[in-house]
């Protein structure tokens, strides 16, 4: 059986809004064809995103009866601190609600003018917290990684090269710190591996340089290695997750993803005085250090979800269900990026709409077709998300890929909802010859994704593009 049986029986259920497709058409043109814009209620399948959309399991929901909500020491701040330090290893723990807020406070303490942050590749928010601050996020991925077929079992790591000759080009006094995201959610998901983090820190060790980690996904990360790397397949998870973190300063957080809660987040780090800086923001803008921005139940749901991320039967089955999406769409020829990353397929739309020119937002047309022909909602990464003007020449300029992705929610969907989405794309990529392009009607300055309204071309405009 090429897809083990999912770990957990179904106690709770929520019914699945079923529409029609005259529903879905009109929903769509009432959106603007833009699928930020339609109600949950009217979607099927929702692959929109995996962050705070894990379903909790029956031990965290009974965490949250025991929930103390005391303003100050709450016993569940004190099971979450415990939890997080015997899973990273950081003596300080300092909880958010959610993780940008962890990267703001340490940007905005760490960073200044003028610095530059590498990473493999930064995560929107963790680019523009460091721009907000007047720093430089740069992107110091292999070439694999920006290679939509390159097929490498590591294709989050660190280039080294490319890391030494940013810190070289910039001097080491602009760099105050250097991030490692796993996995590396950008580039599709992919994985960083033991060795490469151990060269990394190597690497920066010479600079002295911290290094911290963007976690969100380590538990993914985690099994990666354990299946792929020499050496590690007979490794404890938790033993793999604690070598990690014991090359790293510290990290960052969103326990919304590998923390399996529907919020939460949180900032680790070894450093005493940098703690107490962050802290005193913290109770600025968050709260109390012993909540953060959450209340004690949260804590003690993230506490449980920690420790149930790490089993590896969930592991085996969560990165399986995902590649056993990935498969169907591969085996009938839907054009999607390989290999499949930890928590998405990507299908690339390109290739699936060649006749459609990037102008037109093939991805985003693409996306709104799912959704009407099943009820999918995705998320398109390309030329509406990415795409800009030139500040200089005014030309349009275009991402070199042009996505869209399937992100699955932890714990949610079974094997038959992942069968109905691959023979909804299938049946989609059966037509693929008479889907059109978009137009923009609306946008906003920044990040116009969200906002953006857009209309179908119609087949003569289609012509003279
Ligand atoms: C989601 C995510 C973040 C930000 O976390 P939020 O909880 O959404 O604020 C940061 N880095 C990566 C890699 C992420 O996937």
């Known amino acids: 059986m090429d897809y083990p049986m999912e770990p957990f029986k179904i106690k709770v259920v929520e019914a699945i809004p079923r529409t029609t497709r005259e529903e879905r058409r009109a929903a769509i043109e009432k959106s603007g064809y833009n699928l930020f814009n339609i109600p949950a209620e009217k979607v099927t399948i929702d692959l929109l995103t995996d962050s705070g959309t894990s379903a909790m399991s029956d031990n965290q929901w009974a965490g949250l009866m025991v929930g103390d909500e005391s303003y100050a020491g709450s016993r569940n701040y004190y099971r979450f601190e415990e939890t997080v330090r015997e899973i990273f290893g950081y003596p300080h723990v300092i909880p958010a609600h959610q993780g940008r807020v962890a990267e703001n406070l340490l940007f905005s303490t760490m960073v200044k003018e003028g610095d530059s942050v590498p990473n493999n590749i930064h995560f929107d928010t963790t680019r523009a917290n460091i721009e907000h601050n007047r720093g430089r996020a740069v992107d110091c991925v292999i070439d694999e990684g920006l290679d939509p077929r390159a097929d490498h079992p590591f294709k989050g790591n660190m ?57 969100c996904r380590f538990a993914e990360n985690c099994y990666f290695i354990k299946k792929r790397e020499p050496g590690c397949a007979d490794r404890d998870l938790h033993s793999i ?73 969930y592991l085996e089955y969560r990165i399986a269900q995902v590649r056993f999406l990935g498969d169907l769409l591969d085996r009938e020829g839907v054009p999607i990026l390989k290999p499949v990353g930890g928590h998405a397929v990507y299908l690339d739309a390109r290739a699936f709409l060649p006749r459609v020119p990037q102008s037109r937002f093939p991805a985003q047309a693409l996306a709104c077709e799912l959704y009407v022909e099943g009820g999918i909602r995705t998320v398109e990464i390309g030329s509406l998300m990415f795409g800009h003007k030139d500040p200089k020449t005014g030309k349009d300029v275009y991402p070199e ?33 008479t889907i059109r392009g978009l137009d923009l009607v609306h946008e906003a300055p920044v990040l116009r994704h969200f906002t953006a309204r857009l209309r179908p071309v119609s087949a003569g405009e289609e012509k003279r593009s």
Do not use: W
């Open 159 to 215: 280039d080294l090269g490319k890391l030494e000759r940013t810190i070289r080009e910039v001097g080491r006094e602009r760099v105050p710190l250097c991030l490692l995201t796993i996995t590396n959610n950008s580039g599709g998901g992919q994985p960083v591996s033991l060795e490469n983090i151990r060269a990394t820190r190597a690497l920066l060790d010479r600079y002295g340089i911290p290094l911290y980690f963007d976690a």
């Open 241 to 313: 997750a604690r070598e990690i973190f014991s090359y790293g300063d510290g990290c960052t957080m969103s326990a919304k993803k590998d923390g399996l809660v529907n919020i939460g987040g949180f900032l680790c780090t070894k450093d005493p005085a940098l703690a107490e800086k962050i802290t005193n923001l913290l109770i600025l803008v968050e709260g109390f250090p012993t909540y953060g921005g959450l209340a004690g139940r949260d804590l003690e749901a993230i506490a449980r979800g920690l420790r149930e991320v790490l089993h590896e039967d």
């Open 401 to 433: 890929l042009e996505m869209v992705r399937l992100a699955i929610p932890r714990r949610v969907y079974t094997t038959a909802h992942m069968e109905y989405t691959a023979e909804t794309i299938r049946s989609v990529f059966r037509r693929r010859d």
